[in-house]
């Protein structure tokens, strides 16, 4: 299996900060690298595939970065609607694996 | 618009079978190069993937659990199943189906995970 280690676990920032959440996978796994928002009781949302796309409807402040085996989430300017827990997912084979996530909270 | 709904109990004896049903609504399961897939999410913790199901019919689970899992589809009722056997209470999550999209980047096929249900929490206690 393709382990996906996700840093930090959890951080805390201002309303306007850039924030960058980092991902590792055991192994390289090119692109194929998903990051996900899932708020409190809701389901995962997609924000970002194949590493760098932004999906639709999501917020240019987002973006996505890297290849291989390290990657970066980006959000350019922190907004109250971001408090959330982020994660990233390798579609490179099965078993799909997920980071452990980092939980974003706002200072 | 795609949406999924999952559906089925809430609570499940140890030892027995789990047993649920996600149902597409706004489109139909069998067009386009979909995966449809189950991940669960104990309280507190992060997401396992379980296992999908092709449009085909051809499924992928995961080893941690692939003794355990069956993955169907039903085409005339435009909804795909997971059963778990054997639940302990380390099984107790939410669970949500989901449906993988294919987009192709220059030539390259990448999935996402772009549509999910609301998401259903299955206990199992006796």
């Known amino acids: 299996d393709i382990q996906m280690t996700q840093s930090p676990s959890s951080l805390s920032a201002f309303v306007g900060d850039r924030v960058t959440i980092t991902c590792r996978a055991s192994q390289s796994i090119s692109s194929y690298l998903n990051w996900y928002q899932q708020k409190p009781g809701k389901a995962p949302n997609l924000l970002i595939y194949?590493?760098?796309s932004l999906q639709s409807g999501v917020p240019s402040r987002f973006s996505g970065s890297g290849s291989g085996t390290d990657f970066i989430l980006t959000i350019s300017s922190l907004q109250p609607e971001d408090f959330a827990t982020y994660y990233c997912?390798?579609?490179?084979?099965?078993?799909?694996?997920f980071g452990g996530g980092t939980k974003v909270e706002i200072k | 618009q795609v949406q999924l709904q999952e559906s089925g109990p809430g609570l499940v004896k140890p030892s027995q079978t789990l047993s649920l049903t996600c149902t597409v609504s706004g489109g139909s399961i069998s067009s386009g190069s979909y995966y449809w897939s189950w991940i669960r999410q104990p309280a507190g913790k992060g997401l396992e993937w379980i296992g999908r199901?092709?449009?085909?019919?051809?499924?992928n689970y995961n080893p941690s659990l692939k003794s355990r899992v069956t993955i169907s589809v039903d085409m005339s009722k435009n909804q795909f199943s997971l059963k778990l056997t054997s639940v302990t209470a380390a099984d107790t999550a939410v669970f949500y189906c989901?449906?993988?999209?294919?987009?192709?980047?220059?030539?390259?096929?990448?999935?996402?995970?772009?549509?999910w249900g609301q998401g259903t929490t299955v206990t199992v206690s006796s």
């Open positions: 997912q390798q579609s490179f084979s099965t078993p799909l694996t």
């Open positions: 199901i092709y449009t085909s019919g051809s499924t």
């Open positions: 989901a449906r993988e999209t294919l987009i192709m980047i220059r030539g390259w096929s990448y999935y996402g995970m772009d549509v």
């Open positions: 194949a590493a760098l």
